[in-house]
């Protein structure tokens, strides 16, 4: 069984960093694809950044392309997520997700459904001033 756990967040004035992590486990053999969502209050989750394990090919949505940066551990048990310049829109409880995908390099990984998805429990994100 997958379990996710995210560590990290935090409050932060607007233009700071902050690092997210996520401890994974529970992964058998095989490529995955690894996701940052993220929800503010009221909103829909909506996917953050994705990268495939075994090949590194990485996904941004536009909202945060430049800013932030996904990666893991060479053995693929603990996902980051480093948030630069950050804004208040960036204000949410960020959650990594897990799923089993295929080995194809060249070709980052959609972020996928809920139901497509393994969870963690979710970090809590605030930028203010």
């Known amino acids: 069984e997958v379990q996710l756990v995210e560590s990290g967040g935090g409050s932060v004035q607007p233009g700071g960093s902050l690092r997210l992590s996520c401890a994974a486990s529970?992964?058998?053999?095989?490529?995955?694809?690894l996701v940052w969502f993220r929800q503010a209050p009221g909103k829909g989750r909506d996917g953050v950044a994705s990268?495939?394990?075994?090949?590194?090919?990485?996904y941004y949505s536009g909202y945060v392309k430049g800013r932030f940066t996904i990666s893991h551990t060479n053995d693929g048990k603990i996902l980051y997520l480093q948030m630069n310049n950050l804004k208040p829109e960036d204000s949410a409880m960020y959650y990594c997700?897990?799923?089993?995908?295929?080995?194809?390099?060249?070709?980052?990984?959609?972020?996928?459904?809920?139901?497509?998805?393994?969870w963690g429990q979710g970090t809590q994100v605030t930028v203010s001033s």
């Open positions: 997700a897990a799923r089993r995908t295929s080995y194809s390099p060249g070709l980052a990984c959609a972020f996928g459904t809920v139901e497509d998805n393994n």
């Open positions: 529970g992964f058998s053999t095989g490529t995955y694809c």
């Open positions: 990268i495939r394990t075994s090949t590194g090919d990485t």
